[in-house]
């Protein structure tokens, strides 16, 4: 990873550092404010990972432990909605590849969607923390009050009427 405009939790790791190495992360108030905006949070309280750091040449592994307290808009209410995430994390960072063109198409396997490339001679392992927790966080959250709100928009019943139903016979093929 390079530096990424909005990288709010910016931790660079040396490669030639890596072997053997723990590395702990924990974001400060700031931080934790702007993931929060940047992720569309209400807030959160608290984010920490904890990993350890191995290195094969160029490419570093990291595994390891993250854990976070937010609180988040309700997909149907609305409402505030706090929520722990408890993580395990496996991380790959590799070299950037540049030895192909543009247009090029590049087959990928599998185990290549786990890889994060980098530039240089480090790596920003804050923001592959950030981007864990991006993707460890509920889109789709309801809370205690989400019932009584599908109730009153008349989301509990689908089968009651589909509004595009009317669509249906109006013929705009």
């Avoid at 405009?5 to 030639?16: Q, Y």
């Avoid at 030895?99 to 480090?122: M, N, T, W």
Wanted: some cysteine; charged content about 30%; overall charge negative.
């Amino acid at each position: 990873m390079s530096d990424l405009p909005g990288s709010e939790l910016t931790r660079w790791i040396a490669v030639r550092q890596c072997d053997g190495r723990a590395a702990e992360i924990t974001a400060n108030e700031a931080e934790r404010a702007a993931l929060a905006e940047r992720f569309s949070l209400v807030s959160i309280g608290s984010l920490s990972a904890t990993l350890n750091l191995s290195r094969d040449g160029e490419k570093v592994a990291a595994s390891g432990h993250m854990q976070a307290a937010i609180v988040q808009s309700c997909a149907i209410s609305g409402n505030d909605l706090p929520a722990r995430i408890e993580e395990e994390l496996e991380l790959l960072f590799v070299p950037a590849r540049n030895d192909f063109r543009p247009d090029e198409e590049i087959e990928l396997e599998e185990s290549d969607l786990d890889e994060i490339a980098y530039e240089g001679d480090r790596f920003d392992l804050g923001e592959a923390v950030a981007q864990s927790l991006a993707l460890a966080i509920d889109p789709f959250a309801t809370g205690p009050e989400a019932d009584r709100v599908r109730e009153e928009v008349g989301l509990a019943e689908p089968e009651k009427e589909n509004p595009f139903a009317k669509l249906k016979g109006l013929g705009l093929n």
